[in-house]
């Protein structure tokens, strides 16, 4: 299914944010991981928080569900032996569960966005369980692979965090079940560091003791421990609420999203941050936050590692700025749905936008008179370049046509539902 983003020059409403994808994953994970009854509240419903559920209760949890939660009894240390498992196109849930395989005697993971997941590596932590003893058969660092685990030992472990953080949030989640106490000690960088936070927040909510570093370069976690079976609320997401945001910002807009809490430890909150150094007028108060957008924005620099999944948001809104932006110490864009740098710039470059690349920076000139359009986008089966695209969509002299933007599902099933509440111009189109 394509979208058709028409110019639209006022948006205006208000609702709830979506709930926080970061979190939901995690919640699921450390439920599972408990022996007992954990219950986890507003949960996010999508297609990677789809694929997690369906795979933890491959691995034998059991799941029930009503309107408001999931109630899942976990299966502690001891996951049912399966022979395969399917994460979609979801990074996080593969590299978390690629952990957790290792507590089976064989899991594979198939292979089936062989042009998204397929592409992206997962070398350091195939490299980092082989440490404990698992033996991992794999495609060059790519799916399809089989862990041979059963019996994982503890000990000192490496990794490197220069490509992505969920490797060591991995490794974080299983060193607690194994027998014996863990060192986990991170090789060169380490990139998206702050979604480090919400993975020991979750594991310290849960019961579990790690002693973490201060800047989380190395960590002692104790052995033989349990996680305990609890009641969860998952927060609103910043990561997709930052294209609503981003959205409002480029338009006369009065807008307002709720549940977006101020002190959340997601990065990606500096979505709000970024726009008011853009000038853009808003409020953040009481888990709120109010844009009333009047169409102009000034340039920017941020350093983009510290918001990873609202860059591609931050830099639509950068598209219709005053003067020239740099989104910089963002490499790791590369490693996601898609390339996106390269595959992302190029579709801006469509749309009319004056872009550059570097290996880690977007450079932005902005051009408030705004971009030409017209074109059909790639959308690259990757959800925040959907999103983003449309936001530029919304200020092009021409419709855009967003091909195969379902793939917005992965993160946000509801993104234009909620945009079309505020007034937008998209329509789904065959
Ligand atoms: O741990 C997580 O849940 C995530 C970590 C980040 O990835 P990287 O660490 O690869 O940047 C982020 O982009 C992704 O959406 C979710
Ligand atoms: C990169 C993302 O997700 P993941 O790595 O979990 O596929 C994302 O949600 O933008």
């Not at 944010?17 to 219950?39: C, F, M, W």
């Not at 899942?72 to 022979?83: A, S, T």
């Not at 510290?306 to 003067?323: I, K």
């Not at 490693?335 to 290996?359: F, M, N, P, S, W």
């Amino acid at each position: 299914m394509d979208v058709i983003v028409r110019p639209t020059p006022t948006l205006q409403g208000e609702f709830g944010a979506l709930s926080s994808k970061n979190y939901t994953t995690r919640y699921l994970l450390v439920a599972a991981l408990s022996e007992g009854v954990s219950t986890i509240y507003h949960p996010a419903h999508s297609e990677d928080s789809d694929a997690i559920r369906r795979c933890i209760a491959d691995l034998g949890a059991v799941l029930t569900e009503d309107e408001e939660k999931i109630v899942v009894q976990g299966f502690g240390r001891h996951p049912r032996d399966v022979k395969e498992l399917n994460v979609g196109n979801a990074g996080a849930v593969l590299r978390f569960l690629m952990a957790v395989a290792a507590l089976s005697p064989e899991v594979t993971f198939v292979n089936t966005y062989p042009d998204s997941l397929g592409k992206r590596p997962h070398d350091d932590l195939i490299q980092a369980l082989g440490q404990l003893g698992v033996e991992v058969e794999h495609n060059n660092g790519r799916l399809p692979i089989t862990i041979r685990g059963g019996k994982p030992q503890g000990g000192r472990i490496t990794v490197s965090g220069a490509v992505s953080s969920q490797y060591l949030s991995a490794l974080l989640f299983l060193t607690p079940l194994l027998d014996e106490d863990s060192e986990i000690i991170v090789l060169d960088d380490l990139k998206s560091k702050v979604v480090i936070g919400q993975t020991l927040e979750v594991m310290e909510q849960a019961g579990i003791t790690v002693h973490a570093a201060d800047d989380y370069m190395s960590f002692k976690v104790p052995g033989r421990q349990a996680y305990a079976a609890k009641s969860y609320t998952v927060q609103g997401d910043y990561p997709g609420s930052a294209a609503v945001l981003a959205a409002a910002a480029v338009t006369k807009s009065d807008v307002t999203i709720h549940r977006l809490a101020e002190h959340s430890k997601q990065g990606e909150r500096a979505i709000v941050d970024v726009l008011r150094m853009m000038e853009v007028p808003l409020t953040h108060e009481n888990g709120t936050v109010h844009v009333q957008g009047n169409g102009i924005l000034k340039a920017v620099e941020f350093d983009g590692d510290a918001a990873t999944d609202a860059v591609l948001a931050m830099v639509a809104a950068a598209v219709f700025a005053e003067g020239t932006s740099r989104f910089y110490n963002v490499e790791n864009l590369r490693y996601k749905e898609c390339d996106r740098i390269t595959d992302y710039l190029a579709e801006l470059t469509r749309a009319g936008a004056k872009v550059e690349e570097r290996r880690d920076e977007i450079i932005v000139h902005g051009t408030p008179e705004g971009v030409e359009g017209g074109v059909t986008i790639n959308a690259h089966y990757d959800h925040r370049v959907i999103m983003a695209l449309t936001v530029v969509g919304l200020r092009a002299r021409q419709p855009l046509r967003i091909k195969d933007a379902h793939h917005v599902a992965k993160s946000y099933p509801q993104y234009f539902d909620h945009l079309r509440s505020l007034g937008a111009n998209v329509e789904w189109v065959e």
